[in-house]
């Protein structure tokens, strides 16, 4: 079973920045895309960021230009750089897998809250 470790959260103020890491206890570079989603209060989850194995990216339309995911192979993490916090960014970020052949992401990390407050 592939496990997904989440760090990076906290709570900063509008407009800083903050970068979570997602370490994986497999090579990341078996699954078809690794992806940071998000779930505000009463709100549905949503995909902030994935990239695929080819390193190919996406992003949700809320957060593009501000949040940019990225890779290292060698220790199998993923990270999701988020500068220009808003308040509307606060949520527990969670990391995910998408293994090849399947649509929907899998083996769910345990999240890890951003608080972003004046």
């Known amino acids: 079973q592939v496990q997904l470790v989440e760090s990076g959260g906290g709570l900063v103020q509008p407009g800083w920045s903050l970068r979570l890491s997602c370490q994986s206890s497999?090579?990341?570079?078996?699954?078809?895309?690794m992806g940071w989603h998000r779930q505000g209060p009463g709100n549905q989850r949503e995909l902030v960021a994935a990239?695929?194995?080819?390193?190919?990216?996406e992003y949700g339309d809320l957060v593009k230009g501000r949040f940019t995911i990225s890779r290292d192979v060698a220790k199998n993490t993923v990270y999701l750089q988020m500068n220009n916090l808003k308040p509307e960014d606060m949520a527990v970020y969670y990391c995910?897998?998408?293994?090849?052949?399947?649509?929907?992401?899998?083996?769910w990390g345990q999240g890890t809250q951003v608080t972003v407050s004046s």
């Open positions: 497999e090579r990341i570079l078996t699954f078809d895309a």
């Open positions: 995910a897998l998408r293994h090849y052949s399947c649509t929907g992401y899998q083996n």
């Open positions: 990239i695929t194995s080819g390193g190919s990216t």
